[in-house]
């Protein structure tokens, strides 16, 4: 089943070819930074701990989306054979 979901969204991508794949990596690598800034800026500017801890949270959670979106692209050009 996998499998051919994984099949039928590498022949919706087949024209990206790997600048399409590059350009996935691109916001992917910009979100880790968003989050890695957002981070920082929460534990330098918020003085009381509840919002200094919410917007850690949110900016590891950002992280996460660039992580996801990187390893998510690296599967596909894996798979693609690039």
């Known amino acids: 089943m996998r499998q051919r979901a994984a ?3 590498l022949r919706a991508i087949n024209h990206l070819d790997y600048d399409g ?3 996935m990596k691109i916001p992917g690598f910009m979100l ?3 989050g890695w800034g957002i981070t920082l800026a929460a534990i330098v500017l918020l003085p009381k701990p509840v919002p200094r801890c919410v917007f850690m949270l949110a900016g590891v959670a950002v992280e996460l989306l660039g992580l996801g979106l990187l390893i998510r692209s690296q599967y596909l050009a894996r798979q693609v054979g690039l």
Request: glycine letters at 0%; hydrophobic letters at 65%.
């Open 21 to 23: 794949l590059n350009a």
């Open 7 to 9: 099949r039928r969204f």
């Open 32 to 34: 880790l930074l968003a």
